[in-house]
């Protein structure tokens, strides 16, 4: 059967962010490349009043086209008013208003058989709205912190609650999140677990001396990929690199957290072992994560993380915590190690790892199973069961 899909995400990559969101693109453009089915992406903009709208950040998101061809998928960026920080949980009501007009116009063009909604808020209780306004089945994806976060605070449960329950069917990354989902009182046998894939061409093994020379780096490297924001527990490995003697700490991604990191750096007098990349682009984070001898991400709460995922592909074994989609990923001791979040566990983990550094073949082993197509196998049989009604 033909099945045309209607995209809805507030987490897509554009010319002012390409690394936000890079997983939900890859998985339309992987659903989008199967034969009989076409997919259009509203990626909504939140946009707040001026004089907040002239700043660098959400000008930057105002200038973008309001249609484009994004790769190869038509991508529409309507924007909405939100309020920063304060209005979390009104951007469903705004963000349902303003796309509205659009969503139906393009219904009307070209019937959508299935809303597939990337994340639980604000996505999942606008594709709620929209299947009601318009009789469009819908699905949820929960990746994470929507679950966590959103799915757990006074204001927003309720809407993350409502709008699982509605869904005709809902995926989770990880079969942790599904059981996460659970407790919150959905309804389990709705949930599909829908693990995220890699590219194993590009997230590949090479010679680890040869990517350190190109990359300068010298000695023991250990590798954090992520925001630098409190949840992901970057200071952890700033604590434990006193007991790392002659390993160098590298930081790919940004985030307003860094500046109490260098703080607490310079408190330890590590300072001179850290290196802060910024956010590297997707496409350069293959030779990076090749060029370390460990990637560790001591984080409070995940879903099934894409760093994880893409370091074990390049054939570099993890330290990470016990949370989200951990043991279910991390199935071989090769892989790596998960620990306690505090500094003397890590140090323990990486120090043994760099001590007895398993063969890289049998870290890429554990995520053979991690394809884009598997992901867009999974996608599609999901999605043709609920414009079936299944």
Same mark, same amino acid.
């Given at each position: 059967?033909?099945?045309?899909?209607?995209?809805?995400?507030?987490?897509?990559?554009?010319?002012?962010?390409?690394?936000?969101?890079? &997983?939900?693109?890859? #998985?339309?453009?992987?659903?989008?490349?199967?034969?009989?089915?076409?997919?259009? %992406?509203?990626?909504?903009?939140?946009?707040?009043?001026?004089p907040?709208?002239?700043?660098?950040?959400?000008?930057?998101?105002?200038?973008?086209?309001?249609?484009?061809?994004?790769?190869?998928?038509?991508?529409?960026?309507?924007?909405f008013?939100?309020?920063?920080?304060?209005?979390g949980?009104?951007?469903?009501?705004?963000?349902?208003?303003?796309?509205?007009?659009?969503?139906?116009?393009?219904?009307e #063009?070209?019937?959508?058989?299935?809303?597939?909604?990337? &994340?639980? &808020?604000?996505?999942?209780?606008?594709?709620?709205?929209?299947?009601?306004?318009?009789?469009?089945?819908?699905? =949820?994806?929960?990746?994470?912190? $929507?679950?966590?976060?959103?799915?757990?605070?006074? @204001?927003?449960?309720?809407?993350?609650?409502?709008?699982? $329950?509605?869904?005709?069917?809902?995926?989770?990354?990880?079969?942790?999140m599904?059981?996460?989902?659970?407790?919150?009182?959905?309804?389990?046998?709705?949930i599909r677990?829908?693990?995220?894939?890699?590219d194993? $061409?590009?997230?590949?093994?090479?010679d680890?001396?040869?990517?350190?020379?190109?990359?300068? &780096?010298?000695?023991? %490297? =250990?590798?954090?990929?992520?925001?630098?924001?409190?949840?992901?527990?970057?200071e952890?490995?700033?604590?434990?690199?006193?007991q790392?003697? @002659?390993?160098?700490?590298?930081?790919a991604?940004?985030?307003?957290?860094?500046?109490?990191?260098?703080?607490?750096?310079?408190?330890?007098?590590?300072?001179?072992?850290?290196?802060?990349?910024?956010?590297?682009?997707?496409?350069?984070?293959?030779?990076?994560?090749?060029?370390?001898? %460990?990637?560790?991400?001591?984080?409070?709460?995940?879903?099934?993380?894409?760093?994880?995922?893409?370091?074990?592909?390049?054939?570099?074994?993890?330290?990470?915590?016990?949370?989200?989609?951990?043991?279910?990923?991390?199935?071989?001791?090769?892989?790596?190690?998960i620990?306690?979040?505090?500094?003397?566990?890590?140090?323990?983990?990486?120090?043994?790892?760099?001590?007895?550094?398993?063969?890289?073949?049998?870290?890429r082993?554990?995520?053979?199973?991690?394809?884009?197509?598997?992901?867009?196998?999974?996608?599609?049989?999901?999605?043709?069961?609920?414009?079936?009604?299944?």
């Amino acid at each position: 059967m033909t099945l045309n899909v209607l995209t809805l995400s507030t987490l897509f990559p554009d010319m002012s962010r390409p690394n936000f969101g890079v &997983f939900v693109e890859r #998985q339309a453009r992987e659903l989008a490349s199967r034969d009989g089915v076409t997919v259009t %992406v509203v990626a909504p903009l939140g946009i707040p009043p001026w004089p907040l709208s002239r700043s660098k950040r959400y000008a930057a998101l105002a200038a973008l086209p309001a249609k484009e061809r994004w790769k190869d998928l038509t991508v529409y960026r309507p924007t909405f008013p939100i309020l920063p920080k304060f209005g979390g949980r009104l951007n469903v009501h705004s963000m349902t208003r303003a796309i509205l007009p659009l969503v139906r116009h393009l219904h009307e #063009q070209q019937p959508f058989d299935v809303i597939d909604a990337s &994340f639980f &808020f604000p996505d999942g209780p606008v594709a709620q709205r929209l299947s009601r306004a318009l009789g469009i089945p819908y699905s =949820v994806k929960a990746r994470g912190a $929507d679950i966590h976060y959103w799915g757990t605070r006074k @204001g927003t449960r309720k809407m993350v609650k409502r709008a699982a $329950d509605d869904a005709t069917g809902l995926l989770a990354v990880s079969g942790a999140m599904r059981r996460s989902m659970a407790h919150m009182g959905i309804d389990a046998d709705k949930i599909r677990v829908h693990y995220t894939g890699v590219d194993l $061409d590009r997230f590949e093994i090479v010679d680890r001396a040869a990517a350190k020379e190109a990359l300068g &780096f010298e000695g023991p %490297v =250990v590798l954090c990929v992520g925001a630098l924001i409190p949840r992901k527990g970057q200071e952890l490995l700033v604590e434990a690199l006193p007991q790392l003697h @002659g390993v160098t700490l590298l930081f790919a991604g940004q985030g307003q957290y860094r500046r109490a990191l260098e703080k607490r750096a310079e408190e330890l007098g590590v300072d001179r072992r850290i290196g802060f990349l910024g956010s590297v682009p997707h496409d350069r984070l293959p030779r990076i994560y090749a060029a370390a001898d %460990v990637m560790a991400l001591p984080s409070s709460s995940e879903g099934l993380a894409n760093a994880w995922v893409e370091a074990l592909a390049c054939g570099t074994p993890i330290v990470i915590t016990d949370v989200g989609g951990a043991r279910e990923l991390l199935d071989r001791p090769e892989a790596g190690q998960i620990v306690a979040r505090e500094p003397d566990a890590l140090a323990a983990a990486i120090s043994e790892i760099l001590v007895n550094p398993p063969q890289r073949e049998a870290v890429r082993e554990t995520v053979q199973r991690f394809t884009w197509s598997a992901n867009g196998d999974a996608l599609l049989d999901h999605l043709r069961d609920i414009a079936r009604g299944a």
